[in-house]
């Protein structure tokens, strides 16, 4: 593989006899990074480190006494659960009332998360937005308790937060880092501090919403220039790398890894076409399957892989459709339940899962022409609803408690009933890249311009 130079050369400017202001702070900034306001990609990743990014992993974690696991919360990761179900056990918004909207400094391309910083604890909504790349909302009035860090960063792009681990919060962005941001009391800062930030050196995005297992592993993804690399990070205030594979065999984007409810077994979708089972504990494969050809990712698709919490049998949504996947600890087979080649759809977002009732929605794509499906787990389509005039890219639906199904999609915020029939429409101006999230009673979504969106209040 060829390896980017640790200082690509420039041509050196045509001397005039005279220093100008620009010339100075040019010279100030490649000398003093830091005054440019951001690192340099390189500063944090020697020879040695570009090439073998695995080189720092330690499998021993240091003690730490903070709690581990993810925090309590109606929402603290990516679609809720390291099974990435989009499962509420309360009831959602069953009209369309707005509560409040605030207006963030950045675009929106990723789901929020809605969990209590400490055990007891109000719960806090955060938002990944822009550069900042978190914000912390009040969720009963959308009042902002802080936003930014301490440290500035590339956009955050569709890297959805995680809370975990005591008072962590756990974010990628496009500057090939995941951070680790402690998360302050929301009465006595503006800002929060970076306990540490994770590099990958091989130049790739962390575009993964992190996922956090029961025992405080991190678990982090990069496309890393298409080879892929997967990295579990230790719990605690310092960075400690615990296990790496690099290159996997595709490139990991968008896509958060999958937990098995017991916690030992890590789902991983590897180049859009494969999945790999690894132990969290030590990163060996398990085992993979290819369930089809490998036709690249893209920027927006999403085939983050859903587990069922009772059966732990996964499922995906691919180019072809809805794939699942069944296994023994060392192997694994793959079928497609539902096939979308014959209306030439593809599924790029992850499926919802409705564990009591064995429902599967999901949206599928040709173009700006959707449709939103709902199927049992036998692959019988339950109903079907044409969605015109948008794309679902990362943008999966969500389900509350009594089946209904709440959709961010094109400029509009829809609300379904079990059977697929209309509840409600919030038409807007403004589009939505990222899935909503729910808590008792109320939907919180993020528009691409930066706006939050609050919904409930109902009788």
Not at 149 to 162: F, H, M, Y
Not at 182 to 199: E, M
Not at 413 to 425: K, T
Request: aromatic share 6%; glycine share 10%.
């Amino acid at each position: 593989m060829t390896r980017r130079p640790l200082h690509p050369h420039r041509s050196a400017p045509r001397r005039t006899g005279r220093v100008r202001a620009t010339d100075v702070l040019l010279a100030a900034l490649l000398c003093f990074p830091a005054l440019a306001g951001e690192a340099r990609a390189d500063d944090r990743c020697g020879i040695a480190l570009q090439t073998n990014v695995c080189l720092e992993a330690n499998p021993l974690c240091p003690a730490t006494t903070t709690p581990l696991g993810p925090n309590p919360g109606s929402w603290p990761s990516y679609q809720r659960d390291p099974q990435h179900t989009g499962w509420s056990p309360v009831p959602g918004p069953t009209c369309n009332n707005v509560l409040w909207t605030t207006k963030l400094k950045g675009g929106i391309f990723a789901a929020a998360a809605l969990a209590e910083r400490t055990v007891d604890a109000p719960e806090s909504l955060y938002v990944s937005v822009g550069k900042m790349p978190v914000c912390a909302l009040d969720p009963d009035t959308g009042a902002v308790q802080w936003c930014g860090t301490d440290e500035l960063g590339k956009n955050v792009d569709r890297s959805a937060p995680t809370i975990g681990n005591g008072a962590m919060l756990y974010v990628g962005t496009r500057d090939n880092d995941m951070w680790a941001i402690d998360v302050p009391n929301a009465s006595s800062v503006l800002q929060a501090s970076v306990a540490w930030r994770q590099k990958v050196c091989t130049d790739g995005d962390v575009s993964t919403p992190p996922t956090i297992a029961y025992n405080g592993i991190v678990f982090m993804g990069s496309d890393s220039l298409g080879a892929g690399t997967v990295m579990a990070m230790c719990p605690g205030s310092e960075r400690r790398l615990k296990w790496c594979i690099n290159p996997i065999g595709g490139g990991v984007r968008n896509s958060s890894p999958g937990l098995s409810q017991n916690g030992h077994r890590l789902y991983v979708n590897i180049g859009g076409g494969t999945l790999g089972a690894f132990d969290p504990e030590t990163g060996v494969e398990l085992w993979r399957v290819q369930f089809e050809t490998p036709r690249g990712i893209g920027r927006a698709p999403n085939h983050t892989p859903v587990v069922h919490p009772i059966t732990d049998i996964t499922y995906l949504g691919t180019q072809s459709g809805i794939w699942e996947i069944e296994h023994t600890i060392t192997a694994a087979s793959a079928r497609l339940l539902f096939s979308t080649e014959a209306v030439r759809e593809r599924v790029h977002t992850p499926p919802a899962l409705h564990p009591l009732t064995n429902t599967l929605v999901f949206g599928a794509s040709r173009g700006n022409s959707s449709t939103l499906r709902a199927i049992d787990l036998d692959g019988n389509l339950k109903w079907e609803r044409p969605m015109p005039g948008g794309r679902f890219r990362n943008n999966p639906p969500v389900i509350d408690v009594d089946g209904r199904i709440y959709v961010a999609f094109a400029k509009s915020i829809y609300a379904f009933d079990e059977n697929g029939n209309l509840l409600w429409e919030l038409p807007g101006l403004k589009s939505y890249s990222a899935s909503p999230i729910l808590a008792n009673g109320r939907l919180y979504v993020g528009q691409t311009t930066g706006t939050v969106v609050a919904i409930g209040g109902c009788s």
